[in-house]
């Protein structure tokens, strides 16, 4: 059974940065899409950037220029590294992978950032 599992949320000052990580565990299709996602009090989960096992990539506007998407194909693991952090970041960002067959999410981690 694939799982995702997510690390490295947490609270930071405006400004600043912070990387986030998902490992899919189990066997999963070498061709796949994997994701951040994310979700404020009171709105609708949204994109932010997705990276394809080809390593194409994109991003939701507000994040451009300031996160970038990785991933580590011989691990199963996608990366998000957030710079320039701003308090409308502040969320729940969840991990996704998409493949043949199924559509996964992570548990989620909290990313908040102060004024």
């Known amino acids: 059974q694939v799982q995702l599992v997510e690390s490295g949320g947490g609270l930071v000052q405006a400004g600043g940065s912070l990387r986030l990580s998902c490992a899919a565990s189990?066997?999963?299709?070498?061709?796949?899409?994997m994701g951040w996602y994310r979700q404020a009090p009171g709105k609708q989960r949204e994109l932010v950037a997705i990276?394809?096992?080809?390593?194409?990539?994109n991003y939701a506007d507000s994040v451009k220029g300031r996160f970038t998407i990785s991933r580590d194909n011989a691990k199963n693991t996608v990366y998000l590294q957030m710079n320039s952090l701003k308090p409308e970041d502040t969320a729940v960002y969840y991990c996704?992978?998409?493949?043949?067959?199924?559509?996964?999410w992570g548990q989620g981690t909290q990313v908040t950032v102060s004024p």
């Open positions: 189990g066997s999963i299709s070498s061709i796949n899409v």
């Open positions: 996704n992978l998409k493949a043949i067959g199924f559509n996964l």
């Open positions: 990276i394809t096992s080809t390593r194409a990539t």
